[in-house]
């Protein structure tokens, strides 16, 4: 996890993502990249007076302007914060799209959510699904803080998207105290694999350096994403990792609903990874 990439909504503020991928790209001695997105003038060009086009095309143009002057600024502040790989990239067009392209270049995605973002709806559960990389959400009431990840929760269900959530969060298990929320796992048939022995994920964990104890967790379809939670404040958990949505039957039932729910209601930053 050495190439970290921010979407950072102000260029003129530090926002709760860009101070929390900064930190955290000095912890695991990582290069940072933020990334400020621009409508492209080509948005404003149909369906509007020509003189309101030609309003928004300059007010782009000067936000372009804006954003592309505080390359310098961003990366002496990254560089105070001991993070001296930085760099700030510009884009003109859909965020949601211009993070797509950028997060195939890096290995984490940090995001937090936008109350009043121009892409409207803000599309966090899209960036998820398409980025191919693990992505940080931080909570909605995300307020600037230094925030030290000591103990993390791992959600695991035996699903591949748990099991690359783990694998992506490993460079930030290393010497943590790590709480394993054991789901009670059905057997999925859309699989139709059997393994004799069976994979123990502890074991993983263990041979890569990784002490960690386990709590079992039981709940309804609905309830997954409210347990989730719940065992994660009890552990006093700083980071929660967990697999989002799913390809098949099984890990949709269990991950889908969880992930709007902790989407929605998480009050820690949450690892998702599709």
Known sequence: ?????????????????????????????????????????????????????????????????????????????????????????????????????????????VLDHATND????????????????????????????????????????GSPEAMRAIHAARPLLQGKQVLLLWGAAERDVDHGVEWDPPFHVLQYLQRHGIEAEEHMVAARHDDVGTVLLDASAKFCADLLVMGAYGRNRFSEWWLGGATRHVLTWADIPVLFQH
């Open 118 to 157: 121009r892409d409207s709806p803000w599309d966090i559960p899209g960036l998820i699904l398409r980025a191919g990389v693990p992505c940080i959400v931080l909570p909605q009431a995300e307020v600037l803080q230094e925030r030290q990840i000591q103990r993390v929760a791992l959600a695991w269900n």
């Open 1 to 109: 996890m050495k190439d970290i990439l921010i979407h950072v909504r102000d260029y003129q503020d530090r926002t709760p993502a860009a101070v929390f991928g900064v930190r955290l790209a000095a912890t695991l001695e990582a290069s940072v990249t933020g990334v400020y997105t621009c409508p492209h003038p080509a948005q404003f060009a149909l369906g509007f007076d020509p003189s309101l086009t030609a309003a928004f095309n300059e007010s782009a143009l000067e936000a372009v302007k804006g954003a592309v002057q505080s390359r310098q600024s961003f990366k002496n502040w990254a560089a105070s914060l001991g993070v001296p790989n930085a760099d700030w990239v510009v884009a003109q067009g859909a965020a949601s799209d211009a993070l797509v392209q950028a997060a195939t270049r890096h290995d984490l995605l």
